[in-house]
Structure formats: structure tokens, C-alpha cells
């Protein structure tokens, strides 16, 4: 029972461990040797999602976007807006599926069906894609080379779909440090018109907190600037 134990917590690390590289590599932090942090939101564009935007230009910050390619399909000029005011857009998937037990040509298929929807909707084609609930799975390796893309993990993360907005801020404060991404949400899955109120208000709390503690804001693409780190590879 004990072999059977560890194994099922070594599958479970493969699949969703932040610095796992079975399937793929897999980047999760940045360089921590200043104080810059990247705020990344998955699973929009959403209806709520031009609140986030506005709430980052007050406070002058920059964020990465992992978009879901169904939903830039229904909100175009939502992810247009995203990319006008500076932030990235990366690659969410299409469909927000749980790709465990999926296989490799349906992984390859979603990121790509993604790809074009986002580069469509923007001009802008993704150079990282982020799996849904964080489960890599057999194919990523190969839909990641076909396609460009490098995996992006998180160091923080916010549960911002089930706690409440000062339980969210308090554990994002709590955990972050330099070179973190803070992992949060600006839609639900496929969900037309969620709710997100809980991590408006969140955010609302977390960018002044952090500005004041002497941190900035930095996309994926500028936090990851350099080739070799927080990468593991096989």
C-alpha cells in the first residue's frame, strides 16, 4: 500500500507539479534577484474582464492574459482591448478541457485551435500556453515544439473561484515574493458571463499592497526574460 501510496503522489506530481517536466518543460518563476512580480488571469475574456483593465492602468500595471480561444471567439474586442492597453495574450487552450487521459492529437489540436483564435481576434500570435487546471499531459512536449510555445506554471496561486475577495488578497499577499507569478482568474472556464466580483475586488486590494511594498509589475514575456530560468527539462 505504501508503493502504491507514493506512486499516486509521484503521477499526481508528473501531472500537475509546478517545476514537473515529464510531459514537458515547464517554467514556474521568475528572477528573483528584483523585486518584479507577473499577475497572470486565465480562463477570459469575459464580459468583467475590461474592470481588470481598468483597475491596471490606475495603478500602472502590467499583466499576462491566458486566454481560452472559445471565449476570445464570443469577445474579440475584449482581447483586443487587452493587448491595446499592453498586456500579453497567451494560450489557455480552446475548449478548457482536463487533458488527463486525453489524447496527444486532441492536446495538440486545442492549443492550436487557441493559437488561431487568439492571433485572429489580435494579430498577435502566443509565445506561452498555460494548461487548464495546470494537468499537463501526454502530447504537451510535441504540441509545444510544433507550435512554439513554452509551458507556464504559477508560484502563487490565489483560488480566486471559490474564496472569498479578502481571503484571495490575503493569501497572495501573504505568499508573494520577487520573481513570483501570481496566478488568478478573470472568467470560469467556458462560463458566457461568470461571475468574477470576488477577484475585482481582490485585485483591488492586492496592486496598491504590493506598489507600496516596492514591487512592479511585469508581463510573462519580461519576468521570464532569461532562457534558463526556473526551466526543467528531462
Not at 500556453?129 to 495546470?134: D, H, K, N, Q
Not at 490575503?170 to 468574477?196: F, M, S, W, Y
Request: aromatic share 8%; net charge positive; proline share 6%.
Amino acid at each position: 500500500m505504501l508503493a502504491a501510496g507514493a506512486a499516486a503522489v509521484g503521477a499526481a506530481w508528473a501531472v500537475r507539479g509546478r517545476s514537473s517536466a515529464v510531459f514537458a518543460p515547464s517554467r514556474w518563476r521568475g528572477d528573483d534577484s528584483r523585486k518584479s512580480i507577473a499577475l497572470t488571469f486565465d480562463d477570459g475574456p469575459s464580459p468583467s474582464t475590461p474592470r481588470l483593465l481598468e483597475l491596471l492602468s490606475r495603478y500602472g500595471a502590467q499583466a499576462t492574459f491566458f486566454a481560452v480561444g472559445c471565449n476570445v471567439e464570443r469577445h474579440p474586442a475584449i482581447a483586443r482591448e487587452i493587448v491595446a492597453a499592453g498586456h500579453d495574450i497567451e494560450n489557455h487552450s480552446y475548449s478548457h478541457p482536463l487533458f488527463a487521459g486525453k489524447r496527444p492529437s486532441f492536446v495538440e489540436e486545442e492549443f492550436a485551435r487557441a493559437q488561431g483564435a487568439i492571433s485572429g481576434a489580435t494579430s498577435r500570435v502566443p509565445r506561452w500556453l498555460r494548461a487548464p487546471y495546470g494537468v499537463r499531459w501526454f502530447g504537451f512536449r510535441e504540441a509545444q515544439r510544433r507550435l512554439g510555445l513554452e509551458a507556464v506554471m504559477w508560484s502563487v496561486i490565489g483560488l480566486d473561484w471559490k474564496l472569498p475577495a479578502a481571503a484571495i488578497a490575503q493569501k497572495v499577499l501573504a505568499r508573494t515574493g520577487k520573481g513570483d507569478i501570481i496566478c488568478l482568474h478573470d472568467g470560469r472556464g467556458t462560463l458566457e458571463n461568470p461571475d468574477i466580483g470576488s477577484t475585482i475586488e481582490a485585485v483591488r486590494r492586492i496592486l496598491p499592497a504590493l506598489l507600496d511594498a516596492g514591487y512592479h509589475f511585469e508581463t510573462i514575456s519580461d519576468i521570464l526574460w532569461a532562457p534558463t530560468q526556473s526551466l526543467t527539462t528531462n
